[in-house]
């Protein structure tokens, strides 16, 4: 079974620095996702991105984040100045249609940032 | 304000014991309704989409349907490895995704 591969699976920063984050999505997917899990709340979208351009983010993806596809295999999340409050689980997905008509998002391990 | 909310919180079953997971759904227009597992320090794993009131979709001893207002995942004759926590989630018209806060599962042998 293909899966997505995300590293690292741990990144402790300090705060005012910048992280990346990186997802390695299946290979024949076209559309990628973000998405964080503060620990004990619920998983929230962060952005879509389809065709090297974001299809739709949520209000908590403001001017601190950013991603990018560097390349044919990698799909990066960049935050640019981390705050404490971005201490979660990120997660990265990928499928082969855009919602709601994906029927197979296929979810990453995460990574766990702590932001100290 | 578009909500997602699922029940119980938490559920302990005897292995073989039936019993559903609610998902309550308020959205501006619903497009999708999604069912994932998610298994401890793991991402979620897809399990079903719904699309409109009146579907069902089964999976092993899994069955998702869905209302106009709530979906259900109707666990028939649970086994210990069936324990996970359990998302809903929602796609609205304003292309906004949310998720539930999960039902935790926990098969006893």
């Known amino acids: ?116 | 304000e578009d909500q997602v909310t699922q029940s119980p919180e938490a559920l302990r079953l005897q292995e073989g014991e039936s019993s559903s997971l609610n998902c309550s759904y308020t959205v501006s227009g619903l497009r999708g309704l999604f069912w994932y597992r998610q298994d401890p320090g793991k991402g979620p794993e897809f399990l079903f989409t719904l699309y409109s009131a009146g579907e069902e979709k089964e999976k092993e001893r899994l069955k998702a349907t869905l209302t106009k207002k709530e979906s259900f995942l109707h666990i028939t004759a649970p086994k210990p490895e069936d324990s996970a926590t359990y998302l809903c989630a929602v796609h609205t018209a304003g292309n906004q995704f949310y998720f539930g806060t999960g039902t935790s599962l926990t098969v006893i042998p």
Request: proline share 4%; charged share 20%; aromatic share 12%.
């Open chain 1, 1 to 116: 079974e293909p899966e997505v591969t995300q590293t690292p699976s741990h990144q402790v920063t300090q705060m005012g620095q910048e992280v990346i984050l990186r997802c390695v999505p299946i290979s024949n997917h076209l559309y990628f996702y973000w998405y964080r899990q503060i620990l004990g709340q619920k998983v929230e979208f962060l952005v879509s991105f389809y065709n090297n351009e974001i299809s739709e983010k949520s209000e908590i993806f403001d001017d601190q984040f950013s991603v990018e596809r560097p390349d044919g295999s990698n799909f990066t999340l960049k935050i640019r100045s981390t705050k404490l409050e971005d201490s979660a689980m990120y997660f990265c997905a990928s499928g082969d249609r855009g919602l709601p008509t994906n029927e197979k998002l296929f979810f990453g391990s995460g990574t766990q940032l702590s932001v100290l």
